[in-house]
């Protein structure tokens, strides 16, 4: 009874999705005639959260963010970061947007501009989309946008395990991320999320339930090599996976440190 009334909850939740893109969409595309850059970026992130809002009032997704304190304020115009995120489900990308402070630019790949109305909206944001069976292009072009992005202030997000990963699982991590903080001296954030608990990858069944959004302390680039910042990265993410979603490494809870000194 329960998975037949999420499945339930689910279809209205992409109903809502399919009936929110096309008007919020072909406004983008009204408003990107007259302007750009972070303009139409905010009014983008609009249909993210109405899409995060979704979740929570029709499948009992929501979510809470521990570690905002460390990432620059709204204040810090001019302070760039990249940010080196598990990736899960489609959660995170539709949420990530709605908690940040400043403009934030996905590397993905260009198939996604060809999806109708939200790709189309997408191809008027500033965002890094590459070809990726042209390795050698791809990263010159991540590299050029990554360096023009970081002067602006903006900061660049990637997943460095390359794709969505299952609950309790770990992928390969690649250097991607690390080698553009290095090229433009910005420093790397690391970022847990357990989103896969309420929204498996592949799947549109979303489970009610509280998604837990991980933000690391930065992690200084200078001087770094690209493999041993990213082992830095893959060190506190995993660790900080098997504490907010220690049922899916077999693990009991550990309490965070601000936890352990409340208590």
Known sequence: ??????????????????????????????ISVFARGDTVYWACVGWLRL??????????????????????????KTSAVVLLAKHQSTFETFALPTIMSHPMAYVFKRELLYVPFFGWAMARMDMIHIDRSRRSEAWAKVAAQG????????????FPEGTRIAR???????????????????????????????????????????????????????????????????????TEMRRIDPEAY????????AETASA
């Open 147 to 158: 360096k023009r992005l970081a002067e602006m202030g903006h900061w660049v997000i990637m």
């Open 168 to 238: 309790g699982q770990k992928g390969e991590y690649k250097t991607g991320g690390t080698r553009l903080a290095i090229a433009t001296g910005t420093p790397v954030v690391p970022i847990a999320v357990n989103s896969a608990r309420c929204w498996p990858r592949k799947s549109f069944l979303l489970r009610p339930g509280v998604v837990d959004i991980s933000i690391g302390a930065p992690i200084a680039s200078v001087g770094r090599k690209p493999g041993e910042l990213m082992e830095d990265v893959e060190a506190w993410i995993e």
């Open 51 to 76: 899409a995060i809002g979704g979740a929570r009032v029709i499948c009992g997704v929501s979510y809470r963010v521990h570690g905002m304190d460390n990432l620059p304020t709204a204040q810090d």
């Open 1 to 30: 009874m329960m998975l037949l009334l999420s499945a339930l909850r689910s279809l209205i939740f992409v109903l809502w999705m399919a009936l929110t893109v096309i008007p919020w969409a072909l406004g983008v595309l009204l």
């Open 250 to 257: 077999g693990e009991q809870r550990c309490p965070s440190l």
